[in-house]
Every structure is written in structure tokens, then in C-alpha cells.
């Protein structure tokens, strides 16, 4: 099956501490968020739900980006995995979807809602509002 997480940035470069996770499931939009958001932060990516469990408690992780519509799965019960893994820790976790489910994006617990499509540079502004 091959690599399906990879660790992406240069910690040098990084200009803020901490690493943003991204779960998406369409390779050429892990692609384009992954390449903009390492311009400011190391950045995990997975395709799949088992991978991003298994990768959220390896890293100091300041954000998630989350497609709740995951190939193969089901992002909103991801959604809450990702808050019960994260215990007290305040991970906030940014939904980026075709579907435009705000409303209950932010009642299960999002930071912020996006709708696809979102250019990289707007997802990037996002973050760094959030983790300030």
C-alpha cells in the first residue's frame, strides 16, 4: 500500500513552533494545503482515519485540518476520536469540506469551518489565527 503519513517542513524555517495535521483524503488537495501551510508550520499528512489516530498523539500538534467527508470513513466520528485522544489538550481542529455542515461543525467542537474549495493561502490565515 505504501506511505500514507509523511512528515513534511523544515523545522529551521518554521516560523511558528508545532505541527499542523492534515487528514484529507484526495492526494492533490493534501498536496496543495501541504505545501502551503509548511511554509509556516511542520506538517503531518494522512489519507486515511487509522493513520491520523496513530499520528495525532506523535507530535507536538498545535492544529488539525480536517475533511469530514474522509474517503473510507466517517470525519465526524474522527472528529470526536481526535477530541477524546487529545484529552485537555485545546487542539483546535479546522473542518475543510465540499459539504457546507457549519453549523454542526462548530457544534461538535470545530475551531473553524471552510468550504471547500479553500484556497492554501486562506487555510494558512486561519490557522494562524487560531494558534495566534
Known sequence: MGVVCV???NITMARF???VLIIES???TLELYRRELSRDFKVLA???EDDALRMAGSADICAVVLEPAIEGGDGWSLLSALSRKFGTRQI???LCSTQDERKRGIQEGAAAFLVKPVLPVDLRETI???VG
Do not use: A, M, V
Request: proline share 17%.
Open 7 to 9: 512528515f513534511y517542513g
Open 17 to 19: 513552533n508545532g505541527t
Open 26 to 28: 484526495d492526494p492533490p
Open 46 to 48: 494522512c489519507l486515511s
Open 92 to 94: 483546535p481542529i479546522i
Open 128 to 130: 494562524r489565527k487560531i
